[in-house]
T-cell receptor, first 115, second 117 residues
């Protein structure tokens, strides 16, 4: 089965500094990878996805993610963090083969951006 | 409304009782998903529907859990003989298929928080 791992429970960064939230994956076949964000008292929101093409994927709110096949990683990045980026971030992978449309999520990483 | 709507937002029940959780997806979205999120965990897949049929129910933990989507829109997750371990936030999401291709973008509701005492 496909899976993702998020090794950090929490990431702390100062506002204005670059941020990275880590994700590694384990898949058979081509990976379909996603990042979602969960703000307090809000539903999960899609940030970005990698299916094929450029290894650097750009998404919402200035976030981007880098797909690295040799390291089986899909880290989320942002050049300059904002306090409003503080939230829970989930990496996810599509499970199953073609025609399967469900996502398997990681355990989440809490991002805290301090003023 | 414009988004995925889930009711109730909070449900407190006693062990052994029956519970129904409702999800109203975004209009036109053919796929509908139920996930369960326990404290400190990521969303755990339960079941997904394509139209009226359950395309994959492999995540339902046991036969106390059942979900329906009779008209291909609103879905109800039903939990019989609730147990304390069923306490969690139950998330519903919907997604669109464009020209036969899955976009991978799930639109989530705010969830139904179930507490079993």
């Amino acid at each position: 089965a496909q899976s993702v791992a998020q090794p950090e429970d929490q990431v702390n960064v100062a506002e204005g500094n670059p941020l990275t939230v880590k994700c590694t994956y384990s898949v058979s076949g081509n990976p379909y990878l996603f990042w979602y964000v969960q703000y307090p008292n809000r539903g999960l929101q899609f940030l970005l996805k990698y299916i094929t093409g450029d290894n650097l994927v750009k998404g919402s709110y200035g976030f981007e993610a880098e797909f690295n096949k040799s390291q089986t990683s899909f880290h989320l990045k942002k050049p300059s963090a904002l306090v409003s980026d503080s939230a829970l971030y989930f990496c996810a992978v599509r499970d199953g083969g073609t025609g399967f449309q469900k996502l398997v999520f990681g355990t989440g990483t809490r991002l805290l951006v301090s003023p | 409304g414009a988004g995925v709507s889930q009711t109730p937002s909070n449900k407190v029940t006693e062990k052994g009782k029956y519970v129904e959780l409702r999800c109203d997806p975004i209009s036109g979205h053919t796929a509908l998903y139920w996930y369960r999120q326990s404290l400190g965990q990521g969303p755990e897949f339960l079941i997904y529907f394509q139209g009226t049929g359950a395309a994959d129910d492999s995540g339902l933990p046991n036969d106390r859990f059942f979900a329906v989507r009779p008209e291909g829109s609103v879905s109800t997750l039903k939990i019989q003989r609730t147990e304390r371990g069923d306490s969690a936030v139950y998330l519903c999401a919907s997604s669109l298929t464009l020209a036969g291709a899955w976009t991978g973008e799930l639109f989530f509701g705010e969830g139904s928080r179930l507490t079993v005492l």
